[in-house]
Protein backbone atom coordinates (compact mmCIF):
# COMPACT_ATOMS: atom_id res chain seq x y z
CA UNK A 1 0.00 0.00 0.00
CA UNK A 2 1.56 3.27 -1.11
CA UNK A 3 1.36 5.33 2.18
CA UNK A 4 3.73 8.22 4.21
CA UNK A 5 4.42 7.18 7.45
CA UNK A 6 5.06 8.97 10.77
CA UNK A 7 6.24 7.95 14.31
CA UNK A 8 5.79 8.53 16.53
CA UNK A 9 2.30 9.75 16.16
CA UNK A 10 2.14 11.47 19.67
CA UNK A 11 5.07 12.59 21.81
CA UNK A 12 4.83 14.72 25.11
CA UNK A 13 8.38 16.05 26.11
CA UNK A 14 9.80 18.73 27.96
CA UNK A 15 11.38 21.64 26.85
CA UNK A 16 15.31 21.52 25.84
CA UNK A 17 15.17 17.78 25.40
CA UNK A 18 16.37 16.47 21.78
CA UNK A 19 13.85 14.85 19.65
CA UNK A 20 13.55 13.33 16.38
CA UNK A 21 10.27 12.81 14.51
CA UNK A 22 10.42 10.47 11.09
CA UNK A 23 9.11 10.02 7.99
CA UNK A 24 9.19 7.39 5.01
CA UNK A 25 7.49 7.23 2.15
CA UNK A 26 7.43 4.16 -0.10
CA UNK A 27 6.67 5.76 -3.31
CA UNK A 28 9.91 6.93 -4.68
CA UNK A 29 8.66 10.26 -4.11
CA UNK A 30 11.46 13.28 -5.44
CA UNK A 31 9.61 15.57 -3.01
CA UNK A 32 9.16 15.73 0.75
CA UNK A 33 8.08 18.33 2.86
CA UNK A 34 7.20 19.09 6.98
CA UNK A 35 4.47 21.10 7.69
CA UNK A 36 3.04 22.18 11.21
CA UNK A 37 -0.57 23.22 11.59
CA UNK A 38 -1.88 25.21 14.57
CA UNK A 39 -5.66 26.66 14.97
CA UNK A 40 -6.72 29.53 12.62
CA UNK A 41 -3.19 29.22 11.22
CA UNK A 42 -3.59 26.22 8.43
CA UNK A 43 -0.46 24.52 7.29
CA UNK A 44 2.84 26.19 7.30
CA UNK A 45 6.06 24.82 5.39
CA UNK A 46 9.14 24.00 7.77
CA UNK A 47 11.16 22.55 5.17
CA UNK A 48 11.25 20.91 2.09
CA UNK A 49 13.27 18.42 -0.25
CA UNK A 50 13.37 18.09 -3.84
CA UNK A 51 15.78 15.39 -3.59
CA UNK A 52 18.36 13.22 -1.79
CA UNK A 53 21.04 16.02 0.17
CA UNK A 54 19.08 18.76 -1.14
CA UNK A 55 17.07 20.80 1.32
CA UNK A 56 15.33 24.31 1.48
CA UNK A 57 13.87 26.28 4.19
CA UNK A 58 9.99 27.02 3.88
CA UNK A 59 8.08 29.62 5.96
CA UNK A 60 9.00 28.46 9.43
CA UNK A 61 12.00 26.78 9.97
CA UNK A 62 13.37 28.49 12.65
CA UNK A 63 13.90 26.04 15.72
CA UNK A 64 13.89 22.88 13.62
CA UNK A 65 16.71 20.79 11.11
CA UNK A 66 15.74 17.91 8.12
CA UNK A 67 18.20 15.94 6.30
CA UNK A 68 17.48 13.42 3.90
CA UNK A 69 20.18 10.77 2.77
CA UNK A 70 17.96 8.70 1.56
CA UNK A 71 15.13 8.99 -0.77
CA UNK A 72 12.46 7.55 1.61
CA UNK A 73 13.16 9.25 4.68
CA UNK A 74 12.87 13.15 5.88
CA UNK A 75 13.48 13.16 9.75
CA UNK A 76 12.67 15.92 11.22
CA UNK A 77 14.74 17.43 14.23
CA UNK A 78 13.87 19.60 17.11
CA UNK A 79 17.65 20.17 18.32
CA UNK A 80 16.17 22.06 21.89
CA UNK A 81 12.50 22.11 21.60
CA UNK A 82 10.57 24.94 23.64
CA UNK A 83 6.87 25.26 24.21
CA UNK A 84 6.14 27.16 21.25
CA UNK A 85 7.05 24.25 18.71
CA UNK A 86 4.03 22.35 20.86
CA UNK A 87 1.83 21.81 17.36
CA UNK A 88 0.16 19.31 14.73
CA UNK A 89 2.98 17.87 12.47
CA UNK A 90 2.70 16.60 8.57
CA UNK A 91 4.85 15.10 5.96
CA UNK A 92 4.07 14.91 2.63
CA UNK A 93 5.34 13.60 -0.43
CA UNK A 94 4.85 14.17 -4.20
CA UNK A 95 6.33 12.25 -6.91
CA UNK A 96 7.95 15.23 -9.05
CA UNK A 97 6.88 18.68 -10.89
CA UNK A 98 4.24 18.82 -13.26
CA UNK A 99 0.97 17.93 -13.50
CA UNK A 100 -0.73 15.58 -11.34
CA UNK A 101 2.85 14.29 -10.05
CA UNK A 102 2.54 18.24 -8.03
CA UNK A 103 -0.37 15.76 -5.62
CA UNK A 104 1.41 15.72 -2.07
CA UNK A 105 0.74 12.61 -0.07
CA UNK A 106 0.31 13.37 3.70
CA UNK A 107 1.46 11.43 6.65
CA UNK A 108 -1.21 10.73 9.38
CA UNK A 109 0.07 13.87 11.71
CA UNK A 110 2.20 13.70 14.92
CA UNK A 111 0.82 15.54 17.73
CA UNK A 112 3.82 17.31 19.72
CA UNK A 113 3.41 18.65 23.27
CA UNK A 114 6.35 20.80 24.87
CA UNK A 115 6.04 21.88 28.19
CA UNK B 1 5.78 35.76 -1.58
CA UNK B 2 2.81 33.81 -2.29
CA UNK B 3 -0.47 33.86 -0.35
CA UNK B 4 -3.37 32.35 -0.21
CA UNK B 5 -6.26 33.63 1.62
CA UNK B 6 -9.68 31.86 2.62
CA UNK B 7 -11.77 34.45 4.09
CA UNK B 8 -14.64 32.21 5.43
CA UNK B 9 -13.51 30.52 8.79
CA UNK B 10 -16.58 28.82 9.02
CA UNK B 11 -19.73 27.80 7.07
CA UNK B 12 -22.81 25.62 6.95
CA UNK B 13 -25.18 23.96 4.78
CA UNK B 14 -27.74 21.79 4.88
CA UNK B 15 -27.65 18.35 3.44
CA UNK B 16 -28.45 17.99 -0.11
CA UNK B 17 -28.08 21.75 -0.49
CA UNK B 18 -24.95 23.15 -2.92
CA UNK B 19 -22.15 25.70 -1.02
CA UNK B 20 -18.88 27.40 -2.33
CA UNK B 21 -16.16 28.07 -0.20
CA UNK B 22 -13.79 30.89 -1.36
CA UNK B 23 -10.15 31.16 -1.68
CA UNK B 24 -7.94 33.88 -3.37
CA UNK B 25 -4.71 34.02 -4.08
CA UNK B 26 -1.11 36.34 -4.85
CA UNK B 27 1.57 35.55 -6.94
CA UNK B 28 3.69 36.82 -9.83
CA UNK B 29 4.15 33.03 -11.47
CA UNK B 30 2.32 32.27 -14.49
CA UNK B 31 2.49 28.52 -14.22
CA UNK B 32 1.51 27.04 -10.91
CA UNK B 33 -1.07 24.65 -9.46
CA UNK B 34 -4.11 24.90 -7.06
CA UNK B 35 -5.62 22.72 -4.50
CA UNK B 36 -8.12 21.25 -2.43
CA UNK B 37 -7.67 19.51 0.06
CA UNK B 38 -10.28 18.26 2.79
CA UNK B 39 -9.17 17.30 6.55
CA UNK B 40 -11.89 15.28 8.82
CA UNK B 41 -11.91 14.81 12.59
CA UNK B 42 -9.36 12.11 11.85
CA UNK B 43 -6.91 14.95 10.59
CA UNK B 44 -5.99 13.12 7.66
CA UNK B 45 -5.52 15.14 4.78
CA UNK B 46 -7.34 14.26 2.00
CA UNK B 47 -6.86 15.51 -2.08
CA UNK B 48 -10.51 17.33 -3.31
CA UNK B 49 -9.99 18.36 -6.34
CA UNK B 50 -6.62 20.03 -8.07
CA UNK B 51 -6.49 22.81 -11.14
CA UNK B 52 -3.49 23.65 -13.34
CA UNK B 53 -3.01 27.01 -13.95
CA UNK B 54 -2.60 26.29 -17.64
CA UNK B 55 -5.92 25.26 -18.03
CA UNK B 56 -8.98 27.23 -18.61
CA UNK B 57 -11.83 24.61 -17.89
CA UNK B 58 -12.40 24.11 -14.51
CA UNK B 59 -11.44 21.15 -13.23
CA UNK B 60 -14.32 18.39 -11.71
CA UNK B 61 -14.15 15.76 -8.98
CA UNK B 62 -17.56 14.10 -8.81
CA UNK B 63 -19.62 16.46 -6.74
CA UNK B 64 -17.07 18.55 -6.18
CA UNK B 65 -16.28 21.50 -8.72
CA UNK B 66 -14.05 24.54 -8.71
CA UNK B 67 -14.34 28.27 -10.30
CA UNK B 68 -10.90 29.04 -11.40
CA UNK B 69 -10.66 33.18 -12.37
CA UNK B 70 -6.81 33.37 -13.25
CA UNK B 71 -6.91 37.05 -13.96
CA UNK B 72 -8.92 37.56 -10.38
CA UNK B 73 -6.81 35.16 -9.11
CA UNK B 74 -9.70 33.51 -7.51
CA UNK B 75 -10.41 29.33 -7.07
CA UNK B 76 -13.87 28.72 -5.58
CA UNK B 77 -14.58 25.41 -4.22
CA UNK B 78 -18.38 24.03 -5.00
CA UNK B 79 -19.87 20.88 -3.25
CA UNK B 80 -23.33 19.91 -4.50
CA UNK B 81 -25.75 17.55 -2.67
CA UNK B 82 -23.95 17.86 0.12
CA UNK B 83 -23.21 14.88 2.34
CA UNK B 84 -23.15 14.70 6.20
CA UNK B 85 -19.18 13.06 5.32
CA UNK B 86 -17.81 16.69 3.73
CA UNK B 87 -18.77 18.24 6.95
CA UNK B 88 -14.51 19.23 7.59
CA UNK B 89 -12.35 21.35 7.45
CA UNK B 90 -11.16 22.84 4.35
CA UNK B 91 -7.44 24.17 3.02
CA UNK B 92 -6.61 25.42 -0.56
CA UNK B 93 -3.28 25.62 -0.83
CA UNK B 94 -1.04 26.79 -4.34
CA UNK B 95 2.06 25.08 -5.56
CA UNK B 96 5.07 26.23 -8.13
CA UNK B 97 6.59 23.48 -10.30
CA UNK B 98 10.24 23.48 -11.88
CA UNK B 99 12.54 25.51 -9.71
CA UNK B 100 11.21 25.78 -6.59
CA UNK B 101 9.03 22.55 -7.24
CA UNK B 102 9.50 22.07 -3.27
CA UNK B 103 7.63 25.41 -2.32
CA UNK B 104 3.95 25.19 -1.08
CA UNK B 105 1.27 27.42 0.06
CA UNK B 106 -1.73 26.27 2.72
CA UNK B 107 -4.48 29.30 3.64
CA UNK B 108 -5.94 29.19 6.73
CA UNK B 109 -8.79 26.84 6.27
CA UNK B 110 -12.34 26.81 6.33
CA UNK B 111 -14.78 24.59 8.51
CA UNK B 112 -17.40 23.15 7.00
CA UNK B 113 -20.98 21.97 8.58
CA UNK B 114 -23.87 20.12 7.21
CA UNK B 115 -26.81 20.00 8.64
CA UNK B 116 -29.15 17.11 7.99
Known amino acids: EAQVTQNPRYLITVTGKKLTVTCSQN?????MSWYRQDPGLGLRQIYY???????DKGDVPEGYKVSRKEKRNFPLILESPSPNQTSLYFC??????????????FGPGTRLTVT | AQTVTQSQPEMSVQEAETVTLSCTYD???????LFWYKQPPSRQMILVIR??????QNATENRFSVNFQKAAKSFSLKISDSQLGDAAMYFC?????????????FGDGTTLTVKP
Open chain 1, 49 to 55: SMNVEVT
Open chain 2, 27 to 33: TSESDYY
Open chain 1, 92 to 105: ASSLGSGGISHEQY
Open chain 2, 51 to 56: QEAYKQ
Open chain 1, 27 to 31: MNHEY
Open chain 2, 93 to 105: AYRVPNTNAGKST
